[in-house]
């Protein structure tokens, strides 16, 4: 079956522009992720929906990002007036329940680079 | 804080090695879940295992083995026989608590296999 999808693979944006990320879930799945990858580090935490609700967002490092989930499949990421600081690569991930004895499926990523 | 700790950044072996991926946590939970992942270069986390805190015996899967050792705090891992086809970023990861679905990773270990 598919997996979690996300686009674009790749986005450059000029610092100060807007750009959005879209994540594509595994049908089903009730919880959504949003993790954003630095070079060489580990994935860390930004933001989690159950459904449509977004229960936590204390990753989200500024009043810059939002994200959404209105239907309770598709995400969508927003950054607001991107800075260099925000380049990494942002990943979603989709689980069938809402306990972390359930496995989290990652999407390839987006490749975030602002210039 | 949940902590995992990831000492080894870089593993290079040749080919049909053993190689050996330590992980060290730290949790202030009794009961835990621990998590090992794997990146290879198109991006995509690759779920690799899920262990309950109550379960200390070692799992073999293929190729791929795991140790856990409660008491000190560790949760290795190891590939024997190692191929090509390893060579990857592999990710220990903990939730931020037993009922909370935040991963906390640690910062990776390369691994690359040479033919």
């Known amino acids: 079956g598919a997996g979690v999808s996300q686009s674009p693979r790749y986005k450059v944006a000029k610092r100060g522009q807007d750009v959005a990320l879209r994540c594509d879930p595994i049908?089903?799945?009730?919880?959504l992720f949003w993790y954003q990858q630095a070079l060489g580090q580990g994935p860390e935490f930004l933001t989690y929906?159950?459904?449509?609700?977004?229960?936590?967002k204390s990753g989200l490092p500024s009043d810059r990002f939002f994200a959404e989930r209105p239907e309770g499949s598709v995400s969508t990421l927003k950054i607001q007036r991107t800075q260099q600081e925000d380049s990494a690569v942002y990943l979603c991930?989709?689980?069938?329940?809402?306990?972390?004895?359930?496995?989290?499926?990652f999407g390839p990523g987006t490749r975030l680079t602002v210039t | 804080a949940q902590k995992v700790t990831q000492a080894q950044t870089e593993i290079s072996v040749v080919e049909k090695e053993d190689v050996t991926l330590d992980c060290v946590y730290e949790?202030?939970?009794?009961?835990?879940?621990l998590f090992w992942y794997k990146q290879p270069p198109s991006g995509e986390l690759v779920f690799l295992i899920r262990?309950?805190?109550?379960?200390?015996q070692n799992e073999i899967s293929g190729r791929y083995s795991w140790n856990f050792q409660k008491s000190t705090s560790s949760f290795n891992f190891t590939i024997t026989a190692s191929q090509v086809v390893d060579s990857a970023v592999y990710f220990c990861?903990?939730?931020?608590?037993?009922?909370?679905?935040?991963?906390?990773f640690g910062a990776g270990t390369t691994v690359t296999v040479r033919a």
């Open positions: 991930a989709s689980s069938p329940g809402t306990t972390p004895s359930y496995e989290q499926y």
């Open positions: 049908s089903g799945h009730v919880s």
């Open positions: 929906f159950q459904n449509e609700a977004q229960l936590d």
């Open positions: 949790t202030r939970d009794t009961t835990y879940y």
């Open positions: 262990r309950n805190s109550f379960d200390e």
């Open positions: 990861a903990l939730p931020s608590s037993f009922n909370d679905y935040k991963l906390s």
